[in-house]
């Protein structure tokens, strides 16, 4: 494995477009947009601001920039680099942007979630949608991109409200059974929406399309919940990570727990195969004949690492919380099924893994940060 050289970047603003042949970076107002594969400079962007936020567009075509302290949203097209789109939000301010999955209709959410303002760049129409709640996930878009599903707070209520993305009417809305809704999150075939209540109770709720609740699971009561949930590409998993460092999965015919794991210290169970990263800078050594010197010198671009395997058992180290500080880094925060849906990769406790990535052939994982993963196996009958 090879490394680049440095490259400037300001709130970890660092994007590959979606077909993967640009890499986007923000450095304070700039926007550079450089080729994957000779990693020179394609397109150099100025924003009235500085960016805190950079997505591209589904198809690759078009970048967003938010600048949230002004309430300002740009939009760059790498088509026609004189093109562009400036929204701004006013006086109500700027929370978040994000785009549809069209790639052609920009979602901002005003401060105090006040409302979701839909700006179509197609024929400059807006919608507004109220009542939007502020939570860990409070909007999720169906996979083939035709619904978005939005939780809604009102007189102290949760609900769910269904929209179609073509036109942004509204399709299906109703109550849920939740204290306080924490997020929403379609299954990859679009048949079934996942609820979870607030951290403070274990409540995951599955509902259907048209609001009926299939079904309730809670793993245990009195202490703190559910960190977050994911579905296997299946749809046939669905997994839920809590604060007792455990990741449970249910399955999509009763919506039971059939297999629980957990993230032991110390790893010693004969199938377990445990990676450590290497680190490795060539050393060049130069010799001038004319004056009879020799150089010795290192070059940081130069890095190369390399994957060991470590003999068992492993101890892994672990770094407790400070209980006395807010919001601490305890159970399991990340999840990620591989394309095949036969594996699971889970960051637990306060590692700074900053996000995880399988590969499309579902054989390699790609994570940034060297921290504790664990490797799940999932194969069940119903796959063989």
Not at 133 to 144: H, N, R, Y
Not at 323 to 332: F, I, L, Q, S
Request: hydrophobic share 40%; charged share 20%.
């Amino acid at each position: 494995m090879n490394f680049s050289e440095l490259f400037k970047q300001t709130n970890q603003l660092c994007r590959l477009s979606p077909d993967g042949k640009y890499l986007a970076t923000c450095v304070q107002y700039r926007l550079v947009v450089r080729d994957v594969n000779t990693l020179q400079i394609l397109h150099l962007y100025t924003c009235l601001d500085q960016v805190l936020h950079m997505e591209w567009s589904s198809d690759s075509l078009f970048i967003l920039c938010a600048m949230y302290k002004r309430g300002l949203v740009q939009v760059w097209s790498l088509e026609q680099p004189d093109w562009h789109c400036k929204i701004d939000e006013g006086s109500i301010g700027l929370v978040s942007s994000r785009w549809s999955p069209d790639g052609r209709h920009v979602l901002n959410t005003t401060e105090f979630h006040l409302r979701v303002t839909v700006w179509s760049l197609c024929n400059k129409s807006v919608s507004y949608i109220k009542y939007p709640k502020a939570c860990q996930k409070g909007m999720d878009f169906s996979a083939d991109g035709r619904y978005m599903a939005l939780a809604e707070r009102r007189e102290c209520k949760d609900y769910i409200s269904v929209f179609v993305c073509d036109d942004w009417h509204l399709l299906r809305h109703f109550e849920t059974e939740t204290q306080d809704l924490a997020g929403v999150e379609w299954s990859p075939n679009g048949c079934v929406l996942a609820v979870w209540d607030t951290c403070l109770e274990y409540k995951v709720l599955l509902y259907s399309l048209d609001g009926r609740l299939l079904s309730t699971y809670s793993a245990y009561e009195w202490s703190l919940g559910i960190k977050t949930i994911a579905w296997s590409p299946s749809s046939q998993f669905l997994a839920i990570s809590s604060y007792d460092e455990k990741v449970r999965i249910l399955n999509h015919i009763t919506w039971k727990k059939i297999a629980e794991f957990e993230h032991p210290a110390n790893i010693s169970s004969t199938k377990a195969v445990v990676y450590r990263e290497v680190e490795k800078c060539p050393v060049v050594v130069s010799e001038d004949l004319s004056s009879s010197q020799i150089t010795v010198s290192s070059s940081l671009f130069n890095t190369q690492s390399k994957y060991e395997i470590c003999q068992l058992p492993v101890q892994v180290a672990v770094l407790k919380p400070d209980p006395d500080r807010a919001n601490p880094k305890v159970g399991v925060s990340l999840l990620a099924f591989s394309a095949n849906s036969r594996y699971l990769a889970t960051k637990n406790g306060c590692f700074q893994v900053l996000s995880l990535l399988w590969h499309c052939s579902g054989d390699s994982l790609i994570l940034l940060g060297k921290e504790q993963l664990c490797l799940c196996y999932m194969e069940t009958e119903e796959q063989k």
